[in-house]
């Protein structure tokens, strides 16, 4: 039954104009004295160019958002990234050459693709690399930034000439082996997705191995054990040769949803490059991995898993509202069980309806124990769902009306509990009053300990890191 007066979810695709330098927030409840780092988060904040609306949520120019945590209290400074493609944006009214906006011509597509003229509008994600703090996207132009003021710096180079037209923003950071490991996709005749190391303050990544694909799939995220990756190949996948044929389109548009391939995960060796297997399993759609570690001969990966691709097509921003009535687009957290050696895949469904999955991260790579998700949103708000991914028992922390974002947990020092002693911060949207509050909750019983107001809404975002050393 729809609700008589649903909650302003819409103000989640609102444009933020205004931005705030180490504000203090008024925090209700406390926070604990050990929580110390600074959480950044990134997304898209100003989603209308030149007079005329984006069409997806992927395309909002992107903004830097930062929570600083020192003594109990926290302040919060918020600013635009201003790259070449921001400086367009605003002086000129244009964009161009977005996930879904901006079709261009054929001429110019090709240009950017391979002569490195694409967009700088990083608003996925954020990363340390090289000692730099950096905003990523899904093709290879990294900006650097300020992590106390947010200022946007410039472009970072890597000390390599790894090339690429596509980037995978979720690089994984290794703190086991002290490297972060990274996707670029080169397309052609084959296409390459090429993995690549880069060790902890080096600022040139090495090639761990290229694996060819005729029809290269559009690839969000990966997963890593201790001695391999895993790369879920589902059949989300565009021919190389359309990007260069006459007519308008945007990057989205040349892929296209093949069931009858299935979904191909490639296990490949972390130190030799080597392939050690490939299996194939029934057709479904992922953005987010979760982990994945190796158990009893196989390799255990758990991720978020979607029937089909029609996701990307819920989320541009005039599908949205008919998107969130169907329960069946949403994501659930799936285990699936890779045998190093011979067939069999097995797999099971540890948890319906979420997104924006995270864990601890000491517990990357390694078999662990509890998951944090973003629950699926409903008109009324969602939820923040905690796993156990070995029992299936779940818990939910909610309040009408607020729609959280991606759960970050962040472990006590000392700890001896690696996957729950500790607090998960989570921003929310908080529709019926039009702004935006952080939250602190307990990551063992996900019981609120603080919480605190921003003096403006946050449009909803994508990604983001806490980093203890800020």
Not at 195 to 212: F, H, M, P, V
Not at 304 to 323: C, E, N, P, Q, S
Not at 336 to 364: H, N, Q, V, W
Not at 366 to 385: C, K, L, P, T
Request: hydrophobic share 40%; with cysteine; aromatic share 12%.
């Amino acid at each position: 039954m729809p609700l008589l007066v649903p909650a302003r979810f819409e103000l989640g695709f609102e444009s933020l104009e205004s931005e705030v330098e180490n504000l203090e927030l008024d925090l209700q409840g406390s926070i604990p004295e050990w929580l110390d780092g600074t959480l950044v988060r990134n997304g898209p904040a100003k989603f209308e160019v030149g007079g005329e609306r984006v069409a997806h949520w992927f395309d909002g120019l992107g903004m830097l958002h930062r929570y600083s945590f020192e003594a109990g209290t926290v302040t919060y400074t918020n600013r635009f990234l201003r790259g070449d493609t921001y400086r367009e944006a605003t002086e000129s009214g244009t964009l161009s050459g977005q996930f879904a906006t901006g079709g261009d011509s054929w001429l110019r597509r090709l240009y950017g693709m391979f002569f490195g003229d694409v967009t700088d509008n990083a608003n996925v994600h954020v990363a340390r690399m090289a000692d730099r703090y950096l905003a990523m996207t899904e093709v290879p132009k990294y900006v650097e930034f300020d992590p106390e003021s947010l200022e946007t710096i410039g472009h970072f180079e890597f000390a390599d000439d790894l090339g690429g037209q596509l980037n995978c923003a979720h690089v994984i950071p290794d703190p086991h082996r002290g490297e972060t490991v990274g996707l670029l996709t080169d397309f052609g005749r084959p296409s390459v997705h090429r993995l690549y190391r880069i060790q902890d303050g080096n600022a040139r990544r090495e090639e761990i191995a290229a694996i060819e694909a005729d029809r290269p799939a559009y690839l969000h995220s990966f997963a890593l054990t201790e001695r391999f990756v895993v790369l879920t190949e589902h059949p989300f996948d565009a021919n190389p040769l359309s990007f260069f044929t006459p007519g308008g389109g945007s990057f989205v548009d040349f892929f296209d949803w093949r069931p009858d391939q299935g979904t191909a995960f490639h296990v490949i060796d972390r130190e030799s490059g080597a392939v050690v297997a490939r299996r194939r399993a029934e057709p479904f759609f992922v953005f987010h991995h979760v982990n994945a570690f190796e158990r009893g001969g196989a390799i255990v990966l758990d991720l978020v898993a979607y029937r089909d691709a029609d996701v990307v097509d819920g989320l541009f921003l005039g599908d949205w509202a008919d998107w969130l009535d169907e329960e069946s687009t949403d994501g659930d957290l799936r285990r699936y069980r890779i045998p190093l050696d011979g067939d069999g895949i097995d797999s099971e469904t540890l948890y319906r309806g979420c997104e924006m999955p995270r864990i601890a991260p000491s517990d990357r790579t390694r078999q662990y124990r509890h998951a944090y998700a973003q629950g699926s949103a409903e008109r009324d708000g969602n939820h923040v769902a905690k796993v156990d991914i070995e029992t299936g028992e779940s818990r939910t922390w909610s309040d009408p009306g607020l729609f959280l974002e991606e759960p970050v947990p962040v472990l006590a020092p000392g700890s001896d509990r690696p996957s729950d002693d500790g607090v998960v911060v989570v921003t929310a949207l908080d529709a019926e009053a039009g702004r935006s509050i952080l939250l602190v909750l307990d990551a063992t019983t996900l019981d609120e300990v603080a919480r605190a107001r921003l003096p403006h809404h946050v449009p909803f975002g994508f990604h983001g890191r806490y980093f203890p050393e800020l």
